[in-house]
């Protein structure tokens, strides 16, 4: 063969191998110097272990001399090295149960153990808690987590300053006092050999790719880029352009992900109460007579409908049985399926979990309002009744030093006027600040909506809820007539949406059907965007798609040409990917696998994967499909179950009696039919509007539609001016405090988007699937064609 041709067909190989437009695949990483490293001749051991050590109060050790005596520092794992050569044993994995306890932690770098000696890892730098109730297994893995050896003890089996060891033979016996860090029949008072060990961080993302689609930015209505591109790099956004990439970015080694869909940020849900949502929609009729009940048909106010005779059975005991350490103690796989239901529908962070949040899901998953996020903790929640006592210094302080986020409370929720005089309470005691955050606000009329608007407080709407309870909600015309910021969110399960992604249609139906659509598709994206992180003051961390803020978005197939109404017309099959903080958790197995790997399960119905085991928390490695196998079983409320996991429980029989089988409420709202019957059953709920709506407009279609063709341009919608030829806000609305006054304001907006029963007849909708980046991929490949042939033209010549 010619030295020409033989070019000719380097160069045609060159090309090929070049010529991938996109990379679905994360680029492989370099493997550590120690991955792989050589065992032969490494016998490693656990040696010893301390489950309880005494306090300082009852003369115990300060074994590892950090001043803190007992048993949340002064817990101990011991390494042994019984082979014959030294041991490096540098980010090899401790641990305790598998699939529970503690977050293993790797040992730090440089740690080798020479032969026959020790060294020793407390619990104060590992952060492994030996359970002494229920008994425990330290393991010790190498570096590729591959099992090494375990030391176990059973429940309630441990001697308070008394270690368990385990000889050469591994035969377990009890030792006192302990020896940490060494053998032999030395004598210390302190630790010898004391090593760190360090906790993992895979909930937190590294590394970089870049999502392709049509982005929904939600910095200004018309600030879509129909064909764009997002930059996540190390958790966060670091760029989002259209066609040129700016010059400032480098894509070496990037992959670039097409996701075939509508990119938004990720949504935020501003009121729940997420321990109870476990348990499905509560099938209810107001237990008050007629004549007791308000003129909808349903409770007067909030502390009406908690003495309905099946509120425990339905909604407490779920709740308590499954979390509480007497009984199930399944709190942490019961909220990480709780997030994940939030997730499914978009929301990449929820208002309203439990006040002490265990690190085992509080770490993971969407991110908990009122935790601990972006270097600060400064939002505080009030649920119970607001009594004129109540003083709230804590939110006087935080408002005068600016550090107060926000403060969720509960006012008005109800009709009556017990319901709206808590509102007054806030005024006479000065709680109306700024970073008020009212949630519910349903017997609130005028002249309360101007004082928020005055002082820039925020309205949490959360219209089914109310509906369902009261058969009223509140007077969002009047509202944003008065200048209210106002925000949407679900409530809780026994009574609301399963995400803010359902509550965009109820909203939008009340909006269609009583209200005469004064609200645009953009300003409904608004409430569970953009708008809800200014009510929270995250507004420089999330809610929009833009360079510095945290990689927070969801993924939305592409329905329909407006972006807006893509979002509110979507339905739970249609989320393609939800991202949290830079980690994919959530979406269609093609890209879940193209961004996660293996690191991910089949999950549900609609060809969906999760990603839920993050080492680097408590009970992490927990798989999916071992928290839904846990908690279908516990929903159930089996008797004989019951007893056989704690029927030793001291009020078993009171806390168990009557408890029917409630049944584990389901992910998804579409195909949930049992929660539609609940709807439409509901004569509270369809005393104004019926609720058979709700399915007939939005969930009566296929699992999955042809996307669109082509997109919509949105440009700025203008403002009608007020009656009086002002500009909005408009001052006059109906007062809705007569108890039953009209909801209704004139129109104030033109929005001639399509509901999805006239798809058939919307040219924004088509059959035909378009692959967006197709032209540009063309136009590359063109040229490189034409160049290559060129070149072999010129070397056979």
């Keep these: 063969m010619s030295r020409r041709l033989t070019l000719a067909f380097l160069i045609v190989a060159l090309f090929v191998g070049q010529s991938t ?45 950090d001043g803190d005596i007992g048993s949340s520092s002064d817990q101990f794992i011991e390494l042994w090295n019984a082979g014959s050569a030294p041991a490096d044993v540098s980010d090899w994995l401790l641990d305790d149960i598998a699939e529970g306890g503690s977050a293993p932690c790797r040992l730090a770098w440089n740690t080798t153990i020479e032969p026959n000696e020790y060294i020793v890892i407390f619990r104060e730098s590992s952060r492994i808690e030996l359970d002494y109730w229920d008994g425990d297994t330290a393991t010790i893995s190498d570096n590729m987590g591959n099992l090494v050896d375990t030391l176990s003890y059973g429940e309630e089996d441990s001697w308070w300053d008394t270690s368990y060891v385990k000889d050469a033979d591994g035969n377990v016996s009890k030792k006192s006092p302990p020896t940490p860090g060494w053998g032999g029949e030395e004598t210390y008072t302190v630790a010898q050999n004391m090593v760190r060990c360090y906790g993992l961080n895979d909930n937190v993302h590294s590394g970089a790719y870049v999502l392709k689609g049509r982005i929904v930015p939600m910095t200004g209505e018309a600030d879509v880029i129909n064909e764009g591109h997002i930059l996540i790099k190390d958790g966060m956004i670091e760029a989002v352009w259209e066609n040129n990439v700016p010059s400032d970015v480098v894509l070496t080694n990037v992959p670039i992900h097409e996701t075939n869909g509508t990119i938004y940020p990720g949504l935020l849900d501003l009121h729940n109460h997420l321990h109870y949502n476990q348990a499905p929609l509560w099938d209810m009729t107001p237990h008050l007579s007629e004549n007791n009940r308000n003129q909808w048909g349903g409770y007067n106010n909030r502390y009406e409908w908690k003495n309905h005779p099946d509120y425990s059975e339905q909604v407490t005991k779920p709740k308590m049985l499954v979390h509480s350490g007497p009984y199930w103690n399944m709190e942490s796989e019961a909220m990480k399926y709780i997030e994940m239901k939030s997730l499914v529908g978009g929301a990449t962070a929820a208002q309203g979990g439990p006040s002490n949040p265990d690190d085992s899901y509080a770490t993971v998953l969407s991110r908990n309002i009122e935790d601990y996020n972006f270097g600060r903790d400064e939002i505080h929640t009030k649920v119970t009744e607001l009594t004129s006592d109540y003083v709230g210094n804590h939110i006087k302080t935080g408002n005068a030093s600016g550090k107060l986020d926000a403060w969720f409370i509960h006012i008005a929720e109800g009709v009556d006027e017990r319901s709206r005089g808590e509102f007054d309470i806030l ?55 008065a200048g209210v910021h106002i925000t949407l969110a679900p409530d809780w399960a026994p009574s609301g949406s399963k995400s803010p992604l359902h509550e965009l249609k109820v909203a939008d139906l009340w909006d269609d059907e009583m ?53 509110i017309n979507a339905i739970d099959p249609d989320v393609r990917l939800t991202v949290v903080g830079g980690l994919a958790v959530y979406g269609d197995q093609d890209i879940m696998t193209a961004l996660k790997g293996a690191d991910t399960e089949p999950a549900g119905k609609f060809g969906k994967a999760v990603d839920v085991t993050f080492l680097a928390a408590p009970e ?81 279609r296929d699992e999955s539609l042809p996307p669109v063709l082509a997109f919509e341009v949105v440009e700025e919608t203008a403002p009608e001016p007020c009656d009086d030829g002002t500009q909005p806000p408009c001052t006059e609305v109906t007062d ?55 070149l072999v033209a010129l070397m056979l010549v």
């Design 427 to 481: 005024v006479q005691n000065n709680l109306l600040v700024g970073e008020l955050v009212l949630i519910h606000g349903v017997a609130l009329g005028t002249q309360e909506f101007q004082q928020m608007a005055e002082v820039g407080a925020t309205l949490v709407w959360s219209p089914l809820s109310n509906l369902l309870l009261y058969g009223q909600t509140a007077d969002v015309a009047a509202a944003k007539a």
């Design 515 to 567: 209200l005469g659509d004064i609200f645009t598709d953009y300003e409904l994206v608004e409430m569970v965007t953009s708008g809800a992180a200014i009510a929270t003051n995250w507004q420089n961390e999330v809610g929009t798609l833009e360079a510095g803020k945290a990689a927070d978005l969801v993924v939305v197939d592409n329905i329909h040409a407006n972006p807006y109404r893509n979002l």
């Design 736 to 790: 809705p405090s007569d108890g039953g006054g009209d909801n209704t304001s004139p129109d104030t907006s033109d929005n001639t988007t399509v509901v999805p029963d006239e798809v058939e007849n919307n040219p924004g909708q088509v059959t035909t699937p378009v692959d967006l980046t197709q032209a540009e991929e063309d136009d590359v490949a063109g040229q490189a064609l034409l160049l290559l042939v060129v």
């Design 21 to 65: 437009g996109t990379v679905l695949t994360e680029p492989s990483s370099p493997s550590k110097e120690t991955a792989g490293r050589n065992l032969e001749n490494v016998d490693v051991r656990i040696s010893e272990i301390l489950v309880s050590a005494s306090s300082e109060d009852y003369n115990g050790t300060d074994w590892n001399g």
């Design 620 to 700: 992490g490695a927990q798989t999916w499909a071992s928290i839904v196998e846990n908690l279908t079983m516990a929903m159930r409320f089996d008797v004989e179950e019951m007893t056989a996991a704690f029927g030793d429980a001291n009020d078993f029989d009171s806390v168990t009696r009557n408890m029917p089988n409630v049944g584990l409420d389901p992910w998804y709202t579409y195909g949930d039919q049992r929660y539609f019957n609940v709807l439409n059953g509901s004569g509270t709920a369809n005393f104004q509007i019926e609720m058979s709506k709700l399915y007939d407009r939005y969930y009566d």
